[in-house]
């Protein structure tokens, strides 16, 4: 193997390494957010799909990482847990918790969108052809569930405010 294939595969193993961890932190994010969203049915009900996803797309990971002779980093992945609950709890105290929480999971899927599309050409350059598939189903969940969040930011909004008119609990 080149220098330059050893180059280029070390940085696409660390970028799966990167994303496993990424995963685990979205699964400890949106756990801690369902756990506090009692006036958000939908919402909850989505999040749970998407935290299955996201273990699954973990799962993904792993996978590859192993028919690379690779494998996660366990440093990584509790580093990033951490602070998936950190974020999480970051928001805990504004009473337009549920608000704040669906600008900051927008941006987060996007960043795991601009990750996978990475990673897929990164696959592509290092000629991980078996990643295509898997990666092209994690980015697509990810882009869906962006789109969902897009489409429910307005009547999340708006039922925060009806639930504040109404002098109900209006953040969760």
């Not at 900051?104 to 601009?114: D, L």
Request: overall charge negative; glycine content about 6%.
């Amino acid at each position: 193997m080149s220098e330059a294939s050893k180059i280029g595969r070390t940085i696409y193993v660390t970028g799966l390494r990167n994303q496993h961890a990424v995963e685990n932190q979205a699964v400890e994010l949106l756990e801690r957010q369902v756990g506090r969203l009692e006036n958000y049915p939908e919402m909850v009900e989505r999040m749970k799909q998407h935290i299955e996803e996201s273990r699954t797309q973990a799962q993904r990971i792993e996978e590859l990482l192993s028919g690379l002779g690779e494998s996660h980093s366990a440093l990584k992945d509790t580093v990033m847990s951490f602070m998936g609950n950190m974020a999480a709890l970051a928001h805990t105290p504004a009473s337009d918790e549920v608000v704040k929480n669906s600008f900051a999971n927008y941006a987060f899927e996007h960043y795991e969108i601009a990750s996978y599309k990475s990673l897929l050409t990164l696959a592509e350059a290092v000629g991980h052809s078996a990643a295509s598939s898997p990666l092209h189903q994690s980015l697509r969940e990810e882009e869906m569930m962006a789109e969902w969040i897009e489409q429910h930011l307005a009547p999340t909004t708006l039922k925060f405010l009806k639930l504040s008119e109404a002098g109900r609990k209006a953040g969760v």
